[in-house]
């Protein structure tokens, strides 16, 4: 069975909590995992989730790492046509701008499940072509415009 692994990486803090953003990613990307394995596993694709925590001084290092999200090696931004920003969070992250993702002319502070399995879809679009990452919504142009391998849903 070909494996599709979803990285999530969060902020906790000393008092093992997160900000409300990551926390409403959290639950949808749990909820998209879910709704990916069971809608991939007739097609031999098993959807694993891993969450990894940031810690306090690495997320002061670079706040931007906190509510990522990878999927088959790649970030959600790359398979989203997406741009990531930042804006001012909350309590938990302090002074500390966090991570946000425009697509579509859209920005999401926190990132909605149906965005997470849009790139699911299109990561195990990947893996069923036998495609290794990487190879896959280079930017590099065919000459209709497209990305190549990676189809562009509405």
């Given amino acids: 069975m070909k ?3 979803i990285v999530w990486q969060r902020l906790v803090n000393e008092r093992a909590q997160t900000c409300d953003r990551c926390g409403t990613t959290g639950t949808a990307v749990e909820e998209a995992s879910r709704k990916l394995g069971r809608s991939l596993k007739d097609l031999g ?3 694993v989730l891993e969450k990894k925590t940031l ?4 997320f002061r290092e670079d706040p931007l790492e906190s509510n990522r999200i990878w999927l088959d090696g ?3 931004e ?4 997406a741009a990531s920003g930042r804006s001012a969070c909350c309590a938990a992250c302090g002074e500390s701008d966090c991570r946000t993702v425009t697509v579509d002319g859209r920005t999401y502070e926190a990132i909605p499940e149906e965005l997470i399995v849009r790139a699911g879809l299109l990561a195990a679009a990947r893996l069923m072509r036998g495609k290794p990452p990487g190879s896959c919504c280079s930017p590099a142009k065919s000459p209709d415009g497209s ?6 849903l509405p």
């Fill in 55 to 58: 810690g306090p001084a690495a």
């Fill in 45 to 47: 694709i098993d959807v």
């Fill in 147 to 152: 990305s190549g391998c990676c189809p562009s």
């Fill in 3 to 5: 494996k599709l692994t």
């Fill in 78 to 81: 790359k398979w989203l046509q």
């Fill in 74 to 76: 790649e970030p959600i």
